[in-house]
């Protein structure tokens, strides 16, 4: 029982009361019937039938000798009110399946049978006596299935903002792990590979060159710095964002570390150098930097070389190893992710990757990005 129910219950009553008063139509029954009409109407929403029922039998034309002048307006306005509750309440289309709709065919059949009760008392208009019960019938059911189809695009709306929500998170984790894969596994690679090299010269009672102790020192730094970065910019951290990003004007960077950890690296540019997109320019960096880590992890000390190339579909990246003198055993750990972190950067900018390994030894990238252009 609602408050709206409560409201119109005692809307019907003062009306009611309000009609006796002022009509002073004969017969002493209406008390009886107004204290039946009134809670059924509060409680109409809890069962709409039977309060319908109770509307059309008390619309028999054995309740009334006298026909038209002993029936109320109020009584009335409670079949109204009773046959649109039916219609709203209890649908005849309705999604909850087929009790649904036998409960709405029955309150189409109730609606009639209150309209046929109805005309026993005014048998002068036999329209009027079924549009009454049966136009707020219809009105209700309308109403009824109006709300169901607008909740139902409702919940449709708020399940693909939801699934949306969930792909721009499940993007944004795949984007963080790419990066922290990309970052944290280069800079590994080269401190345990120049590490490597000062413990075996140790072993061997040679002088350890200083360079090899910077480049750890370098990397390591270089490492923790973009881990910082990154997590600053999980936290929501505004200078994390301002930090200026790596690309390809910090290439000679990375050729010059991947040397000193062993890598004999050709470097070949052509073309007229465009200044990209920070995001395509970090992700066109960002590929040579993988392919460079899985020389080291894969073949160890090999000769390399990288090709950089600006043409009028894009910008084009090579990254040809000869293959190690001495082969790695085994795959790394983790071994694979690369490639899919380079497939997936490709792919954010509609550009092209074909990696695999070359006739004679070796294992070749080529990656297509095309040209955005920063204004």
Known sequence: MSRTDLVLAGALLAFALTEEAVAHQPGDWWPWALAVSVPLVALRSVAPLTVLLASGVGGLKYWY?????????????????????????????????????????AGLVLAFATGAAFWQVDPVDPMGAFFFPV??????TVLAVQHRQSADAATARASIREQRFREAVMEERVRIARELHD????????????????????????SVDVDLLLGIESSGRDAVGELRRTLGLLRGFPDAAMAAPVGLDRLDELLAQVGEAGL?????????????LPAADMSAYRIV?????????????????VSLRYSGDGVHLSVVDSGGAVPVPGPAPGAGQ????MRERVSLFGGDLDAGPVSGGGFAVHARLPLLVAS
């Not at 944290?184 to 040679?206: E, N, P």
């Not at 004999?264 to 990209?276: D, I, Y």
């Not at 930097?289 to 070389?305: F, I, M, S, W, Y």
Request: hydrophobic share 50%; aromatic share 4%; with cysteine.
């Open 65 to 105: 000798p006298d026909q038209i002048v002993n029936y109320r307006l109020w009584q009335l306005a409670a079949m109204i009110i009773a046959a649109y509750t039916v219609g709203r309440h209890v649908p005849l289309i309705g999604v909850a399946g087929r009790l649904a709709r036998a409960r709405g065919v």
């Open 135 to 140: 136009a707020p019938w219809i009105l209700g």
């Open 183 to 206: 970052m944290v596994a280069h800079s590994v690679t080269v401190m345990t590979i120049q590490a490597g090299v000062v413990r075996r010269r140790l072993d061997a009672g040679l």
């Open 264 to 276: 004999t690296v050709t470097f070949q540019c052509s073309g007229t150098p465009v200044a990209l």
């Open 289 to 305: 930097q993988e392919a460079l880590t899985n020389v080291l992890k894969h073949a160890g000390p090999a000769a390399v070389t």
């Open 338 to 341: 690369g490639l899919i972190g």
